[in-house]
Nanobody, 115 residues
Framework: QVQLVESGGGLVQPGGSLRLSCAAS????????MGWYRQAPGKQRELVAS???????TYADSVKGRFAISRDNANNTVYLQMNSLKPEDTAIYYC?????????WGQGTQVTVFS
């Protein structure tokens, strides 16, 4: 099981930016597909962005052009740069690691966008 620790959440006004980080304990981190999910109150958890071991990325339509996922294999870390934040981006954001049909989750970090 991979240990994942998210950081970087917080309070921000609409239009602002945050960068989330997820540090992974796996020594073979570079082989993992990584993703960021979010869950807002009363809603199901949804995929925000993902990045494969080869660096290919996908995004939810709601965040395309505003969010960017990246990874640093040398430091076992995946990032989510979030720009032009909106109130509807408010949620707990979770990091996910996936390899060989096994998924691991972080504890989540709260992002709140308020006026």
């Amino acid at each position: 099981q991979v240990q994942l620790v998210e950081s970087g959440g917080g309070l921000v006004q609409p239009g602002g930016s945050l960068r989330l980080s997820c540090a992974a304990s796996a020594s073979n981190f570079r082989f993992y597909a990584m993703g960021w999910y979010r869950q807002a109150p009363g809603k199901q958890r949804e995929l925000v962005a993902s990045i494969t071991s080869g660096g290919s990325t996908t995004y939810a339509d709601s965040v395309k052009g505003r969010f960017a996922i990246s990874r640093d294999n040398a430091n076992n870390t995946v990032y989510l740069q979030m720009n032009s934040l909106k109130p509807e981006d408010t949620a707990i954001y979770y990091c996910n690691a996936y390899l060989l049909a096994r998924a691991s989750w972080g504890q989540g970090t709260q992002v709140t966008v308020f006026s």
